[in-house]
């Protein structure tokens, strides 16, 4: 039997957001290397696997990513069907591309199942639209926390035009709050911060780019969250004489 793993999005949390495909690989999996971020829920469609939890979570100590491919590579090359489960999608800040070509490297063929993203599913959640005709016409997905702790280019994204969506973001959001302001981005810029996206606990704070910190310090904004940056933000009907106000989010 050819070696064979799986690499699949689990969504953002929602079990109901799971793909066809991906429950289909679940089904199959005789080894499930999980994720911290993916809901247990899922775990339904996978009863005879044996399932290892390999926590990956932004900020926090993992599980080394070594460790992570030689576990793939051990069960694939014992001929066993591997399922990695990934919060969101594989390839969207998931190390999704980085562990198909280390298998593929190592003679072990890889299928790419994607999930939902949360920065899709917390804002339409939110009923904020990405894009939006004549208002935002891209999107940009970037992600705050970087390996080597480098920093983004935040003047060309400030000028880019486009919705700005910031994943892990909870714990730099002066640094993008300044940075952005420099960068010419205007400070009534709305700003929708969303907490557990998906989930039945989702939160989200509502402020613009000047308050965006103050108001997350009382929203008490927790990780995980994603950032949505834009006037997409207040299309969903943030008032100009209340340019901050938080809710949690009726799912």
């Not at 480098?150 to 035009?161: D, E, H, V």
């Amino acid at each position: 039997m050819n070696a064979k793993v799986w690499l699949v999005g689990a969504g953002p949390g929602d079990p109901e957001l799971l793909t066809l495909k991906a429950v289909r690989a679940l089904g199959e999996a005789d080894v499930v290397l999980i994720d911290d971020l993916v809901n247990d829920a899922v775990l339904e469609h996978c009863p005879g696997a044996r399932i290892i939890a390999v926590g990956k979570r932004g900020g926090c100590r993992s599980t080394p990513q070594a460790f992570i491919h030689r576990l793939m590579l051990r069960y694939a090359r014992q001929g066993k069907c591997v399922v990695r489960l990934k919060g969101g999608d594989p390839c969207i800040f998931g190390r999704g591309g980085e562990e198909a070509q280390w298998l593929r490297e190592h003679g072990v063929e890889v299928e790419l199942v994607n999930g939902i993203t949360a920065g899709l599913a917390g804002a339409t959640q939110c009923d904020i639209p990405l894009t939006l005709r004549g208002i935002a016409r891209g999107v940009t997905l970037v992600t705050a926390h970087t390996q080597d702790g480098s920093s983004l280019n935040w003047k060309a994204l400030a000028q880019s035009g486009t919705t700005l969506v910031v994943y892990m973001g909870v714990a730099k959001l002066s640094e993008i709050h300044e940075q952005l302001l420099a960068g010419g981005l205007a400070a009534n810029t709305p700003v929708a911060m969303i907490e557990n996206a998906s989930l039945p606990h989702q939160r989200d704070c509502r402020s613009d780019l000047a308050s965006m910190e103050a108001d997350a310090g009382a929203f008490q904004l927790k990780s995980p969250a994603i950032l949505v940056i834009g006037a997409v933000a207040g299309a969903a009907g943030l008032e100009e004489s209340q340019p901050a106000w938080v809710q949690a989010s009726a799912l």
